[in-house]
């Protein structure tokens, strides 16, 4: 079993949907949760970073954590084009981050 | 925000040379940087972690004769692929963290391929 799963997509919404993202975990020491996001052949960005459970908002974008269950989601509200690229989650716990697989989002007009 | 910088972002090599990545933390000192490699439409795989001033950690099943790891400064991290081989090819990422409690920022990644 993987420590982090993450269903690889690909995810295609239309423009203005409420995007839901997933990843599960079997690590109950992590404590560190982030969403990346991926443009084809750049580097991951970080977009958010939650410590332990509950939720998290910025602008357009929601990072929920419930230890409890080992699942983490993150929501895109009023996805736009712009928004289509991977998106994987990653957590640690002392100093080696370990990520999901990466879901493919694609957003069109 | 912190900054990461990652050259070059391509490069073509032939079997058997070496070449070198440089990733620079621009605007913060980084005491730890990771290198990843990215096969397609695969997440990152951990190769190594280094540290400032030390050798670096390996991940198990990567070569640390093959993947060399320099961590000079705590804005400077390399790695060399020597002797490279065509099952080289891949996207190289770096990463640097500012320090607990801060998230890791990722360089903008380099394409090796080996011909």
């Known amino acids: 079993q993987k420590e982090v799963e993450q269903d690889p997509g690909p995810l295609s919404v239309p423009e203005g949907a409420i995007v839901s993202l997933n990843c599960t975990y079997s690590?109950?020491?992590?404590?560190?949760f982030m969403w990346y996001r991926q443009y084809s052949r750049k580097g991951p960005e970080l977009l958010m970073y939650t410590y332990s459970s509950g939720n998290k908002e910025d602008g357009r974008f929601t990072a929920q954590v419930d230890k409890s269950s080992k699942y983490i989601s993150l929501f895109i509200r009023d996805s736009q084009p712009s928004d289509s690229a991977t998106y994987l989650c990653?957590?640690?716990?002392?100093?080696?981050?370990?990520f999901g697989t990466g879901t493919r989002l694609q957003v069109f007009p | 925000g912190a900054v990461v910088s990652q050259h070059p972002s391509w490069v073509i090599c032939k079997s058997g040379t070496s070449v070198k990545i440089e990733c620079r933390s621009l605007?913060?000192?980084?005491?730890?940087m990771f290198w990843y490699r990215q096969f397609p439409k695969q997440s990152l795989m951990l190769m190594a972690t280094s540290n400032e001033g030390s050798k670096a950690t390996y991940e198990q099943g990567v070569e640390k004769d093959k993947f060399l790891i320099n961590h000079a400064s705590l804005t400077l991290s390399t790695l060399t692929v020597t002797s490279a081989h065509p099952e080289d090819s891949s996207f190289y990422i770096c990463?640097?963290?500012?320090?607990?409690?801060?998230?890791?920022?990722f360089g903008s990644g380099t394409r090796l391929t080996v011909v």
């Open positions: 690590n109950s020491a992590f404590q560190y």
């Open positions: 990653a957590m640690y716990n002392t100093d080696k981050l370990i």
């Open positions: 605007d913060f000192q980084a005491t730890t």
């Open positions: 990463s640097a963290r500012a320090g607990e409690g801060y998230g890791y920022t």
